[in-house]
């Protein structure tokens, strides 16, 4: 269901379609958080997906927050040499570059 959730929710995204998309992103989160506790992969993916869902919308702060969050499980539970692990580090860099353009 999480997953199903997520998958409706960037396509809501990428039609800009924030205000639907973001509900079911913290639905997502939260089932998963409940299931599988605060330290698991997939919640990281669900906090990577809620912080791409910000940064479309310049909360850059928020977005900051939730890969940092992200980053810090895979880091831990994945290593740092993993795909996921990689690719939130790399969602990361691109943040802090949209937050320095920005400034």
Same mark, same amino acid.
């Given at each position: 269901?999480?997953?199903?959730?997520?998958?409706?929710?960037?396509?809501?995204?990428?039609?800009?379609?924030?205000?639907?998309?973001? =509900?079911?992103?913290?639905?997502?989160?939260?089932?998963?958080?409940?299931?599988?506790?605060?330290?698991? =992969?997939?919640?990281?993916?669900?906090?990577?997906?809620?912080?791409?869902?910000?940064?479309?919308?310049?909360?850059?702060?928020?977005? @900051?927050?939730?890969?940092?969050?992200?980053?810090?499980?895979?880091?831990?539970?994945?290593? =740092?040499?993993? =795909?996921?692990?990689?690719?939130?580090?790399?969602?990361? @860099?691109?943040?802090?570059?949209?937050?320095?353009?920005?400034?």
């Amino acid at each position: 269901m999480a997953i199903s959730l997520s998958s409706l929710a960037e396509l809501y995204t990428l039609q800009r379609r924030y205000g639907e998309a973001e =509900p079911l992103y913290q639905q997502a989160l939260q089932m998963r958080q409940k299931l599988l506790g605060d330290e698991h =992969p997939a919640v990281a993916t669900s906090l990577h997906n809620l912080a791409f869902l910000y940064k479309s919308q310049r909360r850059f702060q928020e977005a @900051e927050s939730l890969l940092l969050k992200a980053l810090a499980i895979c880091d831990r539970l994945l290593g =740092p040499q993993h =795909p996921d692990t990689i690719s939130t580090r790399k969602s990361l @860099e691109n943040l802090k570059a949209a937050m320095n353009r920005k400034s």
